[in-house]
Nanobody, 121 residues
């Protein structure tokens, strides 16, 4: 069982930056594909970014809405995945969740509790 704990959310002005962290425990972090998702009030949860495991090449994928502004990375030695968010916009306001996808499934199996990001205009 993998536990995920996000941190780093907060209030920032338009154009500002935040770095989210997601610390994993209880599993072999390096074998999991990791993703970030977000959910704004009244909207469905949406995909933000993902990074493959080292064994799968470590490639990254981004939603079009964040491409060029957000960067996902991972530190397997620290069991942590990051989301660097630059040039933030009010529409980025949401609860951000990290998730882990184990190698034997095609879905995200484990989820964190979320961290709030609010971008003021």
């Amino acid at each position: 069982q993998v536990q995920l704990v996000e941190s780093g959310g907060g209030l920032v002005q338009t154009g500002g930056s935040l770095r989210l962290s997601c610390a994993a425990s209880g599993g072999t972090f390096s074998i999991y594909d990791m993703g970030w998702f977000r959910q704004a009030p009244g909207k469905e949860r949406e995909f933000v970014a993902a990074i493959r495991s080292r064994w799968s090449g470590g490639s990254t994928l981004y939603a079009d809405s964040v491409k060029g502004r957000f960067t996902i990375s991972r530190d397997n030695a620290k069991n942590t995945v990051y989301l660097q968010m630059n040039s933030l916009k009010p529409e980025d306001t949401a609860v951000y969740y990290c998730a882990a996808d184990s190698p034997d499934t095609d879905e995200y199996d484990y989820w964190g509790q979320g961290t709030q990001v609010t971008v003021s205009s």
